[in-house]
């Protein structure tokens, strides 16, 4: 079977969050969206536990590994062990302003490197078959204009990759903390247009603020692909409509209720290998934001999963709040 690789609409990479477990469940929400695992660090894979890191269930492709590294020669490595693994697309980390990523002179700190980052992208298309791409800021700390963003991307695309996300804000990698670095800088989208128009030939996707889908609508006249982070996370529904609205295909689920029932043997059988059902029902808590009944359903997740021992039978009971509710108001 191919696999679609579109970057029309995907889902971001989320340290802490988008895990194994939560890319599962978004699959049941869409299937055309493009998935993005954590960022994991070229260090981890090849000195760590690789299976803790790279495993990812079948259901989840179109499937892309985030890599955070700065070494030619360990990102082509790794580039190889994701397609070793069985991914769809290798991606290297230029845009994460963590003070841990700055220390191993990586991610956001690459953009003042633009030549390094070629000869990574170089090094990592010769060891793998794999579409390699970059994500980036428009830029950090001193790039204070467009035209430093555009001789970025440029050596980079010589090198070969043909894909660009951009998330649409600088990165302050002294005086702002990461969750600062994702809301304090201003977004500037039209530099992200001007830069699809300057490279026609390359696939340029937006990220950065996007909340609806009619914003990705506006967005996708100017650009090849957009990319959601805490707004799929957050308000997990939202994606129940995407591959309608943007795809034109039919949406995988109708009913909320529907996706929890398709979720349940997936609990189970994650259970039964050892899994904690918190590990699991955390990515589901937004899942009926703005529905009668989702305090509740959160509220008992939130304080049931966690136990020792829980099982599916604390996500059943949950969704029976949400009934619950749903009744009253009828019945009122």
């Not at 010589?158 to 969750?179: D, M, N, Y």
């Not at 300057?198 to 090849?224: K, M, Y």
């Amino acid at each position: 079977m191919t696999i679609d690789t579109s970057h029309r609409f995907c889902i971001a990479p989320m340290m802490d969050w988008s895990d194994h477990h939560c890319r599962f469940f978004w699959r049941l929400l869409t299937r055309r969206a493009l998935l993005y695992t954590e960022m994991v660090t070229t260090g981890a894979l090849l000195h760590g536990d690789r299976e803790r890191f790279l495993h990812f269930n079948a259901e989840e492709h179109p499937v892309a590994l985030q890599l955070g590294g700065c070494d030619p020669t360990d990102l082509a490595r790794c580039a190889r062990f994701a397609q070793d693994w069985g991914y769809d697309e290798v991606n290297l980390n230029c845009g994460c302003p963590s003070d841990r990523v700055q220390s191993g002179a990586f991610g956001a700190a690459l953009m003042a490197k633009p030549a390094l980052v070629a000869d990574c992208v170089r090094a990592m298309r010769d060891a793998c078959d794999l579409p390699v791409t970059v994500k980036h800021r428009i830029g950090i700390d001193h790039m204070e204009c467009y035209g430093q963003m555009a001789e970025f991307v440029a050596p980079i695309a010589a090198a070969g990759c043909e894909v660009f996300i951009v998330h649409a804000r600088k990165a302050w990698l002294e005086g702002l903390s990461p969750k600062e670095n994702r809301e304090i800088p201003p977004l500037h989208y039209p530099w992200v247009y001007r830069l699809k128009r300057d490279f026609p030939d390359l696939t340029i996707v937006i990220n950065g603020g996007i909340e609806s889908l009619a914003q990705c609508r506006e967005h996708l006249a100017h650009v090849d692909g957009v990319m959601l982070g805490r707004e799929a996370y957050q308000n997990p529904w939202l994606l129940a409509r995407v591959d309608s609205e943007l795809f034109g295909a039919g949406d995988p689920a109708r009913e909320r209720d529907e996706v929890v029932a398709r979720l349940l043997p997936y609990i189970e059988a994650q259970l039964a290998g050892g899994a904690r059902l918190n590990h699991i029902t955390r990515h589901i808590l937004g899942l009926y934001q703005g529905v009668p009944g989702a305090r509740r359903f959160r509220r008992h997740l939130s304080e049931n999963a966690y136990r020792e021992g829980a099982t599916a039978q604390v996500l059943r009971d949950a969704l029976a709040q949400v009934g619950a509710v749903a009744q009253g108001s009828s019945a009122a």
